[in-house]
Nanobody, 125 residues
Framework: EVQLVESGGGLVQAGGSLRLSCAAS????????IGWFRQAPGKEREGVSC????????YYRASMKGRFTISSDNAKNTVYLQMNSLKPEDTAVYYC??????????????????WGKGTLVTVSS
């Protein structure tokens, strides 16, 4: 059974940091791209970042680069998203997803093959 389980969300003040984790199982982890996506209330889901597990190549949505860092621990089948200098507009449910490709363009997220259930990040001002 394919599983993607996110953790690490919570309430943080503006300017603070959080590290999200995505634990994957049930599929050949090394053959996939793992992406982080987020959905704020009333908004469409959007891509944040991806990592190609085989060689750890990373991709970022332009507006996220610099504050967010994606990484992986291949021995643990886990992908992380380090989020720094958080802003209230970063408040959203953050999802991890798996596919053969990185899909960060608007609307492209629908092509991701497997999804986790999400973890809520709330940034207070």
């Amino acid at each position: 059974e394919v599983q993607l389980v996110e953790s690490g969300g919570g309430l943080v003040q503006a300017g603070g940091s959080l590290r999200l984790s995505c634990a994957a199982s049930g599929f050949p982890f090394d053959d996939y791209v793992i992406g982080w996506f987020r959905q704020a209330p009333g908004k469409e889901r959007e891509g944040v970042s991806c990592i190609r597990i085989s060689d750890r190549t990373t991709y970022y949505r332009a507006s996220m680069k610099g504050r967010f860092t994606i990484s992986s621990d291949n021995a643990k089948n886990t992908v992380y998203l380090q989020m720094n200098s958080l802003k209230p507009e970063d408040t959203a449910v953050y999802y991890c997803a798996a596919d053969k490709f990185c899909r960060l363009y608007p609307g492209d997220y629908v092509g991701m093959l497997y999804w986790g259930k999400g973890t809520l990040v709330t940034v207070s001002s």
